[in-house]
């Protein structure tokens, strides 16, 4: 491995090049990410702010895309205070749903009800107060927390659909242009509607979430319901003429009105009674297919290491090594594919 990953320095572009070609060369090895990420992590998960956005073409985002691809082996510590608090943007921006991690992360690694709200909180907290670089505004350095802090306050005016119409194309002008987070749009998703999307989305669904309604969200996404990937905004965000705030209290499919309630929900008791399988309880294997499903839509092209990683975690999790091989490499035919015994 080359050793210029463990020294921090302005690189030049062609040490960016030859850096870059061996980054991309590990992915064929989880032993080659293994040892790239022992040699990041010392240093990037200690940087500041600061340091996040002036190394964010080099070791912030090579550190970033490999944390984000296992982030399920972190504590609740390194979560939040690296992934949540300042890599959210940069996570998003190299193409992870953010949202979508976290809510597995809720639903695998928290242990009841009480537990999955309190972690909840805590991330709200420390994504609201997020002092991630986006770009500038007139000169000035615009974060996280600032655009938080700006959707709080229009998003209750009355001139709110004016707001909510120029808030995207807001996010996408700070992260886009030459002072922005992804200037080097080479290095990042070309699709610069999708990301700041799902920026708006984080930002409105963290505002206005209660963290009594969130057991029910991640219960819901995480067995096998029939929406699709949650989408607050979907693109629609700024066309909407009639926009109103119940729109943006929870990602549109799955909105109240689709989740069950019963008159005694301020129970915690009664809150469990409202699904047969807690979240600390093992579901089947077929509960398990659905699951990964539910997260990795089928397509033509799966994305098959995000379906074994999140199966490794939810077979340690619940300490069965079997859901290890739910999903597995079929050599005779040549691609992956569910185990016929135990998921069909």
């Excluded at 991309?24 to 940087?47: C, T, W």
């Excluded at 537990?115 to 007139?138: C, H, K, N, W």
């Excluded at 999790?317 to 998921?343: A, C, M, T």
Aim: hydrophobic letters at 40%; proline letters at 3%.
């Amino acid at each position: 491995m080359n050793q210029l990953f463990a020294v921090v320095k302005n690189l030049n572009p062609n040490e960016i090049q030859v850096l870059q070609q061996e980054f991309v060369s590990i992915f064929i090895s989880r032993e080659k990410q293994d040892e790239l990420f022992d040699m990041l992590h010392p240093v990037v998960s200690r940087f500041s702010i600061e340091e996040d956005f002036l190394y964010r073409n080099t070791y912030a985002r090579w550190y970033v895309e490999l944390f984000w691809r296992r982030l399920r082996i972190f504590s609740l510590e390194q979560i939040i205070q690296i992934g949540v608090a300042r890599h959210v943007p940069l996570a998003i921006a190299l193409g992870f749903d953010v949202w979508q991690e976290l809510a597995v992360f809720l639903a695998t690694q928290t242990n009841g009800i009480d537990d999955l709200e309190d972690v909840f909180t805590t991330m709200q907290e420390a994504f609201l107060m997020s002092s991630a670089i986006l770009g500038q505004e007139g000169g000035e350095k615009i974060a996280v927390k600032n655009l938080a802090k700006d959707f709080k306050i229009f998003s209750t005016s009355p001139d709110r659909t004016l707001k909510f119409a120029e808030f995207i194309p807001r996010i996408e002008n700070l992260l886009y242009t030459s002072s922005g987070l992804c200037a080097q749009k080479n290095y990042f998703s070309t699709d610069q509607e999708w990301v700041s999307d799902k920026l708006a989305e984080l930002i409105s669904f963290y505002t206005e979430i209660e963290k009594n309604k969130i057991f029910y969200i991640v219960n819901q996404y995480t067995s096998g319901s029939s929406y699709s990937q949650p989408s607050i905004l979907s693109g629609s965000f700024a066309k909407e003429k009639n926009f109103k705030k119940e729109d943006i209290s929870l990602p549109q499919t799955i909105k109240e009105k689709n989740i069950p309630v019963t008159a005694s929900q301020n129970s915690k008791h009664d809150e469990l009674q409202v699904f047969q399988k807690p979240v600390v309880a093992q579901p089947s294997y077929q509960d398990i297919k659905k699951m990964v499903d539910a997260v990795f839509p089928q397509s033509s092209e799966p994305d098959f290491k995000g379906i074994v990683a999140m199966l490794n975690t939810l077979s340690e999790k619940y300490d069965d090594e079997k859901i290890r091989d739910l999903y597995f490499y079929n050599e005779q035919v040549g691609k992956f594919q569910w185990s016929d015994s135990l998921s069909n």
